[in-house]
C-alpha cells in the first residue's frame, strides 16, 4: 500500500509542480521541486522503520498496520486538502 502512493506521486509529479510550483519559472526547476520532495519522504522511511518497529515489538504487528493506514490515509488526505500557489488565501 505504501508504494501505491509513491507511484500515484511520481504519475502526477508534472501536474503536481505546475500547481505548487508556479512561482518557480522554469518547468525543469519545478520538477525537480516536486521530486525533492518525493525524496525527502522516500529517505524518512528508515527513522519510521525504527520508531514503528518498536511500536511493533511492544504491541503487535496489527496495531502498527492499522495506525500506518490511518496515517497514510490522513496524510493523503491534506494533501488532497492543500490549495495551490494561485489560488488566493
Do not use: C, H
Request: no cysteine; hydrophobic share 50%; net charge positive.
Amino acid at each position: 500500500m505504501e508504494w501505491f502512493d509513491f507511484g500515484l506521486y511520481s504519475y502526477l509529479a508534472v501536474i503536481i509542480s505546475k500547481n505548487f510550483f508556479s512561482s518557480v519559472q522554469n518547468d525543469q526547476l519545478k520538477l525537480m521541486f516536486t521530486f525533492a520532495t518525493f525524496a525527502i519522504t522516500f529517505l524518512m522511511r528508515p527513522l519510521g522503520g525504527i520508531i514503528f518497529g518498536k511500536i511493533g515489538d511492544k504491541y503487535g504487528r496489527k496495531v502498527v498496520l492499522t495506525i500506518t493506514i490511518i496515517l497514510m490515509a490522513f496524510s493523503t488526505l491534506l494533501i488532497g486538502l492543500l490549495p495551490t500557489f494561485s489560488q488566493p488565501y
